[in-house]
């Protein structure tokens, strides 16, 4: 399993979904930028391919495939959403 670093997000910007994450990424070990969809790291997650976490106040904080899946859930990621907050967005 490789443990991945989360560094920012890419959310939708209009419509009824509007502030929904629909992409993750960051910058892999060889400096390059990655980004990938919900549905890629929920998939990853739950193979056993890749763990993911991000840093809330220099802590490591690991994102379950339940968190992933809450985020696809419509209406319900509001809840779910604050540890994206202090995240960049991706660049494109």
């Known amino acids: 399993m490789k443990r991945i ?3 920012c997000s890419i959310k939708i910007n209009r ?3 509007k502030g929904t994450v629909e992409r993750i990424g960051g ?3 060889n400096g390059e930028k990655w ?3 919900i549905q890629e790291a ?5 193979s ?6 991000v840093l809330d106040n220099n802590v490591e904080v690991t994102l379950s495939a339940e968190f992933f899946e809450k ?5 319900s990621q509001n809840e779910n959403i604050t540890i994206f ?3 960049e967005e991706c660049p494109l």
């Open 15 to 17: 419509g009824p979904l």
């Open 35 to 37: 980004n990938i969809s």
């Open 27 to 29: 910058i892999n070990n």
């Open 71 to 75: 985020l696809l859930t419509p209406y």
């Open 48 to 53: 056993g391919l890749w763990e993911f976490y």
């Open 42 to 46: 929920l998939k990853g997650t739950k």
């Open 5 to 7: 670093r989360i560094h």
């Open 85 to 87: 907050n202090e995240l």
